[in-house]
Every structure is written in C-alpha cells, then in structure tokens.
C-alpha cells in the first residue's frame, strides 16, 4: 500500500494525531513561554542569576529526550499520565530558546532610549511592558520560533511513552518496516514544523522595530 | 524658599566598586538659570547631572531640587518634574514622533485632545512641521532628531531641564541653529537649566553661568566674562586651548 492510499484510508485518525501532537506541542509552547519570558526578564533584573539560569536550561537541553522522559517518570501526578509527561518534558526543553532570546533581546535595547525612559520617569513595569518587551519582540519571537519548532520534533518521539501525536504513526510504520506508515507520521510532522517556522518567522518581521524593517 | 531649583551641598558620588568619580560637590543652580557644567570628557558632567534625576544616588552630601532633598522626593515624580535631553537623544523607534513627545503627557494620563495639542505646540515651539508628527525617528535627520528629544523633554512643562551634549553630535551648521533656536526658546520659557557640554564656545554662547569640572571636582563658577579674564590656572588653560583652536578656525 503506497503513502497516499494509506493517508486516504486513515485519515480520521491521521487527523486524530496530528490534533493531539498539535496539542501537546501547543500546551507546551503555552507554559514554555509562560515561564521562559518571565525568567529570561528575571536574568535581566538580577544578573547573578544570569548565569545559574542559563546553565541549567542548558544541561536540560542536553539531556537525551529518551531519558527525560524516564527521569520525569517518577514525578508524581505528571508521570500518571503518558500526555503530561510528554508537555512537561518538550516545556523544559523549550525554556533554553526563549530565556536566551527574551534576554538578549532586552538587552539588546539601546541604552540612550531606556536611560532616556528612566529620565522621562517610566516606573520598571512602564519600562518593560512599553519599551524593552515591544523592542524585543521580534527576538523573542525568533526563540519561540526555535522552541515551536524543536517541539514538534520531540513530540513524535512522546508516543514512545504513550503520549500519543504523530509520532504513533512512526513507531508503527518503524515496527512494520511500512514506509508508508513512517511518511504518514512524518509528513504532518514536517509540514506542521514547515508552517510554524514560516508563520513565526513572519510575525517576528512584523513585530521587528520600524528602522530593522 | 531659597529661590535655588538645585542645589549640591557636598555631594560626592562613588561607584559600586568604590571609586570615587564626584568629590564634594557644591553648586547652587537659581531658577531660571543656564548653568553649563564645562569640562573635558570624563571629568564627572554626566555624573553629575544624573546625581540630579536620580539616575545615580549620591554617596554623600545632600542634593536638594526645589528646596527639597532628592532622595525625599517620589522618584518618579521627581524625573517627571525634571525634562531628560541627551544627546543619542534616545527616542523611542518604535513610536511616530508625536507619540515620542506625548510619552510623558500619556503616562501622566493626560486626555488625547491635550496631549495632541501640546505636541502640536511644541512642534511649532521646536521649529518642527507638524506634518513630521506621524514619521519615525529613524525617518529623520539628526538635527531634527534632537529637536523631537528636547521638545519630549519639554513636554509636562517641567521647572528644571537637564541636557547632556544635547547638540554634540551635529554638524557645526545644525548645531548654531540648534543653539541660537535653544536661547530664544529659553527666553520665551525661563527654565532652569543644567547644560552639559566640553564646548567653550557653546558654554560661552548658552551659559549664565559656567561651572568647570576637572576630574570631578568643581574648579570654578563664573559668568562667561568673567570665565574668559580668570587668574585661575586651569580656567586659563581651558581658555587657552579655546582660543588657539580660535585662531586656527580664523586661519592665522
Ligand atoms: N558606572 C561607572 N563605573 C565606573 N566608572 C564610571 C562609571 N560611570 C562613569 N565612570 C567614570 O567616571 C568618570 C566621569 O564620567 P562622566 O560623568 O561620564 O564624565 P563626563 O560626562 O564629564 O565625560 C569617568 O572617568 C568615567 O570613566
Ligand atoms: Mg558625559
């Protein structure tokens, strides 16, 4: 049976799969940005903690998915479920892009505009939400654009552990030496990473400040 | 009520790591004054300017703005009080120039309608067209750049301006211009002002006062007249220097 039959003939739960990768790489992405954002302006306010932060999210991104996955087994209420573990683990390797990207891009501001804020008498919340977040967007933007697209890879290799997603598909095909099977996984994967590195990338260039467009 | 709009009462200034870069400070700065603090790069003017809006907080001594120790005053309702002109001017890019001069208006939660006017008013009072209120900074030239800025700083009517090389980076024609426009608008508003330059000339042309700084102690105080015939020897060499770039600008 050729790739496309195979699409045809499945293609509720083709369509099924790439909903829950969809979500899981979407949850993810929520919480990933939820935390790394806040830590990445963290770092900016209190540089010793600059480089513990940073370091850490490193080494949890050198850490094989694989074992991730087996290291967060144990974790209570998250390893009850294959789904959690699989957001908590893509969450984590997430954090690494979008720390460095909100952090360098804040302090990538010119210096002459924050000091020429703090004169004018911005509070910090003034600062930050009017001047430092909107002139690195488009930084931050690139980082959650690495981390989406990182996500969706990871997230097939959850369906190991049960999690469910395209990744399914690939197991599968892998087991049956179904090449067919393996491209019905892969090519949603690839294609959904394709879009949101495409969709991102645009919204960073729209996001960029007027004189980098 | 002193009349003072600033004063520095011993001031000294240490940076974290403990060098000491501001030397007992003493300077009183009356309403409606130009001071110009003058000297070389690295002598303490930016220091000293930012002791004023807190940008730096002073080691010791007392600073006082309004007859009032800064360090009593709401900082952000001091910086409010005081108009902030620099010269990477440090416009917003991401704002249109009419949205960069109302920054303070809208932040202090003016109505639209006045803070469109204002602007509109201090375009004009900056020599700007108003048709350059919807472009971007980086649609504009320098000279025009630093108008925006020192219009921004203007912007809530602040009693106390502080400028740091506001015309240092223009060219000599834009920067005359810059000027002689600065001391008219000066005469039309009776600011006090504490100008910052290294430019005998300009702290010749704009200053009621010139105070010298060499490695942040302060030299002298003295009216520009008074400034050029000085017996004191670091005056004289700043006077100097001054005068035999004069004579080359004058070809002899
Ligand atoms: N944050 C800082 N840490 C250490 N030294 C500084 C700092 N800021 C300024 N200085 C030093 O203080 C001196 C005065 O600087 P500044 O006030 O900027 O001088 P000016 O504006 O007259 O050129 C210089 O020697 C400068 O190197
Ligand atoms: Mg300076």
């Known amino acids: ?213 | 009520m002193n009349g003072a709009a600033v004063e520095f009462r011993g001031v000294s200034y240490q940076v974290p790591n403990g060098r000491e870069i501001l030397h007992d400070f003493n300077l009183v700065v009356p309403r409606g004054e130009i001071l110009v603090l003058l000297g070389r790069s690295g002598s303490g003017k930016t220091t000293a300017l930012k002791l004023v809006n807190r940008l730096y907080e002073l080691s010791s001594g007392d600073l006082l703005v309004e007859s009032r120790a800064a360090r009593e005053w709401d900082i952000i309702k001091l910086r409010r009080s005081i108009g902030y002109a620099i010269q990477e001017v440090g416009l917003f890019p991401h704002y249109t120039v009419s949205r960069n001069i109302g920054v303070v208006p809208a932040i202090e939660q003016w109505a639209p309608e006045r803070t469109e006017a204002r602007v509109q008013e201090l375009l004009k009072l900056v020599g700007l067209n108003s048709d350059i209120g919807p472009r971007y900074p980086h649609q504009l030239s320098g000279g025009q750049r630093q108008r925006v800025g020192v219009a921004r700083a203007l912007a809530a009517d602040p009693p106390i301006l502080l400028m740091d090389e506001p015309f240092g980076a223009l060219d000599p024609l834009t920067r005359a211009d810059l000027q002689r426009e600065f001391l008219s608008l000066q005469e039309q508003l009776g600011k006090t002002v504490l100008f910052v330059t290294h430019d005998l000339h300009e702290a010749l042309l704009l200053g009621t006062r010139i105070a010298l700084l060499e490695e942040g102690r302060l030299v002298s105080t003295s009216s520009p007249q008074e400034f050029l015939h000085s017996s004191d020897p670091l005056v004289q060499k700043y006077v100097q220097a001054f005068s035999a770039a004069e004579q080359v600008r004058g070809g002899k």
């Not at chain 1, 683990?89 to 979008?98: D, E, K, N, Q």
């Not at chain 1, 552990?161 to 090519?187: D, K, P, T, W, Y």
């Open chain 1, 1 to 213: 049976m050729n790739f496309w039959s195979f699409m045809v003939q499945n293609r509720d739960e083709v369509a099924q799969l790439t909903l829950e990768h969809l979500w899981i790489v979407g949850i993810s992405t929520m919480f990933s940005v939820g935390i790394g954002v806040p830590l990445g302006i963290l770092i900016t306010r209190r540089p010793k903690l600059h480089n513990p932060v940073i370091i850490t999210a490193n080494i949890i991104q050198t850490i094989p998915s694989l074992a991730l996955f087996g290291f967060l087994l144990p974790t209570p209420w998250i390893g009850d479920r294959a789904g959690r573990l699989a957001v908590l683990a893509l969450t984590l390797y997430a954090l690494l892009p979008l720390i460095r990207n909100t952090y360098a891009g804040i302090k990538g501001v010119d210096r002459a505009v924050v000091e020429a804020a703090r004169g004018m008498g911005l509070t910090d919340w003034q600062l930050l939400c009017k001047v430092e977040l909107p002139l690195a967007a488009s930084v931050i933007l690139a980082g959650m654009r690495v981390a989406v697209v990182i996500s969706v890879g990871l997230a097939t290799i959850a369906a190991a552990i049960g999690a469910g997603g395209l990744g399914e598909l690939i197991f599968r095909g892998l087991a049956m030496v179904n090449n067919s099977v393996i491209l019905a996984g892969a090519v949603p994967a690839a294609l959904m990473a394709l879009l949101a590195d495409f969709g991102l990338g645009w919204l960073g260039r729209r996001f960029a400040p007027p004189q980098a467009a």
